[in-house]
């Protein structure tokens, strides 16, 4: 989720302090570095930051970004000549199913011959790659000659939630600014004030994202994810409440087939499971009010009623083992049922 151009004001990043001031007194010193990584979780505003620096290097304002000029208004419509987004959809938002998994050699090729003319109308070019850890192997090596060679008014600003994909070389060449998730007050404090957002819904939402305000953003603005989410852990509850092993075998059945098809929709599942289980876990040593679940919380006491801590710990272990498995391609249907015939009997 980007914000409307009419929100627009300053520095959009929120919470990142540490990241903001670091370019303000680059700006303020003319020292710009050619090349940035920006890195951190996914959806916790490396976007919103590069596009805040795109602002304030071309903002023509006594205190830059002001956000109001025809240039910052450009750049944050996506409309301006010479600031570029590159992603494997080719500058559209990324979709999950897209067909394309890495950036192309091609298309750093095209980044390299864009790069070699002077800005169109403002005074840098600034080229942002969003997942840079999709770049091929031809095409991170392409884009280092052009890291090691920066051209004058370039500006290069690479976004990764994966660092550890990128060649060292390449992270070598870039000023590293790393992104940290908001605290859940400072979060809900944020979703009050900057999108009026009530109390209780904001504190649900800075408890599901993580702290990754663009996370809690999307879920605000898309009341189909919070519905899809109601659903999977009905069918959980379901789940783990039955008393029949054929109802957890052919729920593992569908989590298998699930990711088969796709393994990024079957590992929130997955996530789902070792965060409900968490939640009850914080439940019973008695700090509910760490819990992310917080519409749930008066069923996540009363199933921790029903389980001994070490019931719990030892199915958490069982989720986390199940989640190595899978990322060593293990069968994924053995690996679902074994995890589902270890949840514990529950004391009514």
Known sequence: YRPAIWQLTMWQVIGQNKAVSLLKGSLEKDALAHAYLLTGPHRVGKMTLAMDLARAINCGAAAPPCGKCNTCLKIGSGKHPD?????VSGGQDIAEDSAQ????????????????LPPFEASYK???????????NEAANCLLKTLEEPSDRIIFALITSREELLP???VSRCQRLELSPLPPDEMEKSLGEHWNIEREKARLLARLSRGCLGQALEYA???NLLKERSERIEQMLKVIDSRYYEERLDYAARLSSQFNKNKQSAAKYLDMWLGWWHDLLLVKIGVSEAITSTDYQDILEQQARGYNLNDIREFISAAQSASVQLKQNANSQLVFEVLMLSIPERRR
């Open 221 to 223: 603005h898309d009341e």
């Open 126 to 136: 600034v080229f942002i790659i969003e997942g840079a850890e999709l770049l091929s």
């Open 101 to 116: 998994t890495e950036i192309s050699i091609e298309r750093i090729r095209q980044l390299q011959h864009a790069a070699s």
């Open 83 to 87: 600031v570029e987004i590159i992603n």
């Open 168 to 170: 060292a070389t390449v």
